[in-house]
């Protein structure tokens, strides 16, 4: 699959079938994550895979009950945990090097995980991003250790359907050239 056409055609998925994801398909997603850019190449990113159904149940009850993942985490063969390696990312010499703040890791983590989504695309497999949940909690059942953050959780597996696709901005919308607003 060529690579804009997998941007074009990935969907976020919450229905998935319960066929097992082949390890190395799972590797292969995992590489194309290991190769995203990072500040200064860090690459402060680390992932756990989940396939467990009790933990996976546990992963689902960190999420507010509004979240229309809950149902679809228990689904999906295999959960995958983004963390982040904190104090590397947007970091020089020790110090914060933006004055952004140290938000950078999240932005590593992203690209990461934007490889990852296109890569398992790519594979027939589907996924859906998942940030509104409680990230301390899910460090606790899974053991993350301090200096490490849970950023976000990303389900794969088979599509049981494909949603729709979204209606997206014209560019025109979105670009400016030489000064914001100008056209």
Known sequence: ?????????????RHYKPDPVPEEDINAILEAARWAPSWRNNQCW???????????ALLASTLPSWNRAQSAIKEAPVVIVACAELGKSGFHEGKVATNKGEWWYMF???????????AAHSLG???????????QKVAQLLAVPQGVAVVEMALL??????????????????????????R
């Open 125 to 135: 497999l589907g996924t859906v991003h998942i940030g509104a949940f409680d990230a």
């Open 46 to 56: 680390r992932f756990i895979i989940v396939k467990d159904k009790e933990r996976k």
């Open 157 to 182: 597996g088979y599509p049981a359907e494909i949603g729709k696709t979204p209606s997206r901005k014209e560019l025109s919308e979105l670009v400016f050239f030489e000064n914001y607003g100008q």
């Open 108 to 118: 590593d983590v992203a690209l990461a995980m934007q490889n990852l989504t296109l």
């Open 1 to 13: 699959m060529e690579v804009l056409e997998a941007i074009r055609t990935r969907r976020s998925i």
